[in-house]
């Protein structure tokens, strides 16, 4: 069965749903995310497009500014980033979010006792945020507990889903769950680490950019 179809089992019956994945062949990565992506893109950049700021405000004076994301300031101007390139970035650092868990769980399993499987691990990076990616397409609601819900979600999906795809030695399993769920957390709050240094060193650039143009050129002595 596809990825999409898988949604509604894991939210309504988790336990046999993973069960039911664990029998199947692992899914592609990018056949799975890459629809997904591609969709929460077009909808956060129609969104962006219809939006004063959807891409970035650049605001004469202090403050001012719309639109989803960080601000920077020189003394003259302000630019805040808009829902557009936020939401871009989202999506590709959550992408590389599903690439670091799936390499992360299958080096952990070992040391519960269970085998390095790549597809199994490929199955529980691919499958546990799924509610991650709904959650993309509800970006342009501006409302970020929905992210923060989607992401309890995933750790539970991971807590339950790690024993089941990679049976860890007896006695392991609520362990090698709660492992497995605290890795995607620690690759979630990397990532989003990672991501907000990107955005201030790239405002950070800007501001410096726009106070060097406004800087009065220097005097011709004679």
Known sequence: MSFLSRIPGLLLSPRATWVAIAAEPAPGLMRSLLPLAAGACLVNLAVAMTRPGGW????????????LGLGASADSLTVHIGLGPAALSYILFML??????RRSLRRRAALHGGVQDAAAAQKL?????FAMW???FLLPLGQGWLTLLAGLHGMAMLAIGAPILMPPSPGEERRWGRAAAFRGLMIAIGTMVLQFALYAAALLIWALFVALRQMPAPGIST
């Open 125 to 129: 990076a691919v499958h546990a945020p």
């Open 134 to 136: 709904i959650a993309l």
């Open 96 to 101: 590389l979010g599903v690439v670091l868990l």
């Open 56 to 67: 970035y405000t650049a605001v004469p004076g202090r403050g001012g500014g719309s639109g």
